[in-house]
């Protein structure tokens, strides 16, 4: 299996785009830090009455 280095995969095509998460769990939390740090724009949608909701 081929290890990729981050200097192997630039982050410019999709620096800047806006990206919406449906949901905010364990899956849900790890996608939008990555994306954020990836330079996204990240917009997550959360059920009020789940505990994840406070940290979206």
Do not use: H, T
Request: glycine content about 10%; hydrophobic content about 40%; overall charge positive.
């Amino acid at each position: 299996m081929p290890v990729f280095r981050d200097e192997e995969c630039p982050r410019d095509p999709i620096r800047g785009w806006r990206i919406g998460i449906c949901g905010y769990g364990n899956q849900g939390r790890a996608q939008a830090l990555n994306l954020r740090d990836s330079g996204c724009d990240v917009v997550v949608i959360a059920a009020a009455k789940r505990p994840s909701a406070a940290q979206a």
